[in-house]
């Protein structure tokens, strides 16, 4: 318990940079919005452009001056923040004892090391838990001047479920490579190659039908905003996914950083 | 500038180096490989654009999709080479003088007969030899896949140079603005999450643009300083963005001498 609350503590700062960023990427994008909202021109327009283009874009599935189209556009944003996020929570709480010289002191505590890594994760997921609750309130009122239907609140909603899980795959991403990784200062440096890699993969699967397959592979796919809006639900198959990847990396974290040897 | 910390500076870096130029490699070479089957794809895509309004087409960012010619194409993962350059750039340094303190180096570097701004000059070439090493094998692995990839299809050779070249200044940004933050804020921990945060943070704030149109935002995120898009359109560069730019490195390097001349840097206990 108090290693969970110095953990919160230590990385509250951490969490409001995080939102204040959020936060102003919301209140910038939807005065932007402001332009195109229930603008019959452009409406028009991007009906009568071609299917394929509009796929290249990602924006086959949105319209534009809608606010559910209008907030499809931004969930990449949102999902590459949050990830970032998260994994850099994971990967700075486990590698910054070693960093810090602070790892004797703590291990030296009348706890195993197990409960160490739960007291860290937990706080960790109580940062991704607000962090997605943030932008969420601050979506809903900033979209108030819109007059949001039942439709947004409902993809709304789905997106913010979709954030969090990502989040949750990152975070349990970080704390492997956090507990696994010999060398602390890499920890970090690998969490976002991978979160590069996987994002570059992403926009590939999409402009290219014959690269679908990567698809698999990149967490940034399986909560895709053009697929939560057509089916106005999670795939379920990527659910389980999710909930593999998530219990390997955390069932590993445990059975490396307990046998570790660490760098003093 | 002192050739033993240069040296030092130069070989650590070396396995981060690698590393990085490894995924360019890959990234640029993956792309474009997929060139090819793009390029007859994207030729009916033009046609069908051409009849849209211009405005429309800035809007969106459609004017710079222009994936059937070599050039077009290219600029289009040249943003992910930007985003790439800027991470390491940022790393390099966010860490170049805070990691001395961070890993409690700093007072054997110090206590040498080597003056403070001695030491920042070196280990700014230093970072800098790093960083040119990487834009070299960027421009290497740029000009052969396209003599694998292009095919049949013509593109300007001034224009793509132009392209490679606007790296080297990007780096330097990215190296001069991530080393100005790290002396004006306390400490620096960790690196990454301040590399991190730089980079996406204009990445971001550039494509913003792209969807919205025009905003003040192109002012401060070098990656419109350099858009590609711009130089392919224009055969030239935005010369007041990129005097703006040039300008926002310099002044970051006066910053950062200044501070690290003055700074107070705790001792081990």
């Not at chain 1, 940079?17 to 021109?41: C, G, H, N, Q, R």
């Amino acid at each position: 318990m108090n290693i969970f609350l110095r953990e919160l503590k230590a990385n509250f700062k951490s969490l409001i940079i995080w939102s204040v960023i959020v936060i102003l990427l919301i209140f910038m994008a939807v005065t932007k919005f402001s332009a195109f909202a229930s603008d019959p021109e452009t409406a028009k327009m991007l009906d009568s452009m071609p299917q394929p283009l509009l796929k290249a874009l990602n924006m086959h599935a949105f319209n534009l001056t809608t606010v559910e189209g209008f907030y499809g556009i931004m969930f990449i944003y949102f999902a590459l923040m949050a990830a970032i996020a998260a994994a850099m929570w994971g990967s700075d709480m486990i590698s910054k004892e070693e960093r810090d010289k602070t790892v004797e002191f703590s291990l030296v505590l009348p706890v195993s090391r197990s409960r160490v890594i739960t007291a860290k994760a937990l706080a960790a997921l109580v940062n991704c838990v607000a962090f997605v609750l943030i932008t969420w309130g601050v979506s809903l009122v900033a979209v108030q001047s819109y007059n949001p239907g039942k439709t947004f609140y409902d993809f709304l909603t789905l997106e913010m479920l979709s954030m969090f899980l990502l989040e949750l795959i990152f975070l349990a991403l970080g704390l492997l490579l956090g507990c696994a990784m010999k060398q602390y200062k890499l920890a970090g440096s690998t969490a976002v190659g991978i979160i590069l890699v996987t994002y570059f993969m992403s926009i590939i699967s999409s402009m290219q039908e014959n690269l679908d397959f990567l698809k698999y592979f990149t967490p940034f796919k399986y909560y895709d905003a053009g697929e939560l809006f057509r089916k106005n639900s999670l795939d379920g198959g990527f659910l389980l996914l999710t909930a593999v990847i998530i219990l390997v990396c955390l069932a590993g974290s445990y059975w490396i950083y307990n046998k570790r040897d660490l760098y003093i | 500038m002192n050739k033993h910390i240069f040296r030092h500076e130069f070989l650590t870096r070396l396995k981060s180096v690698a590393i990085w130029s490894f995924s360019l490699t890959l990234l640029i070479a993956f792309f474009f490989a997929l060139f090819p089957v793009f390029a007859d794809q994207a030729a009916l895509m033009n046609e069908f654009l051409s009849r849209y309004p211009k405005e429309l087409r800035i809007a969106f960012g459609l004017d710079r999709m222009d994936l059937s010619t070599v050039l077009g194409f290219f600029s289009f993962l040249f943003l992910f080479v930007q985003l790439c350059v800027a991470i390491q750039a940022g790393n390099y340094g966010f860490g170049l003088v805070s990691i001395e303190e961070s890993e409690l180096t700093a007072d054997f570097l110090l206590s040498k007969p080597v003056s403070r701004s001695q030491v920042m000059t070196s280990k700014l070439l230093a970072a800098f030899a790093s960083l040119t090493v990487t834009a070299g094998v960027v421009w290497l692995v740029t000009f052969v896949s396209i003599a694998l990839f292009r095919g049949e299809r013509e593109y300007d050779l001034g224009t793509l140079v132009m392209l490679l070249f606007s790296v080297t200044l990007f780096q330097l940004f990215f190296m001069s603005v991530g080393l100005c933050i790290s002396l004006l804020v306390k400490r620096v921990r960790s690196v990454t999450p301040y590399s991190l945060g730089l980079g996406f943070g204009c990445y971001v704030m550039s494509a913003f643009s792209g969807i919205f149109g025009q905003v003040a935002l192109e002012l401060i995120t070098p990656f419109k300083h350099f858009d590609p898009a711009y130089i392919i359109e224009h055969n030239a560069y935005d010369l007041p963005l990129v005097l703006l730019n040039l300008g926002i490195t310099l002044a970051a390097l006066g910053v950062s001498y200044w501070r690290y001349i003055r700074r107070d840097i705790p001792a081990v206990s």
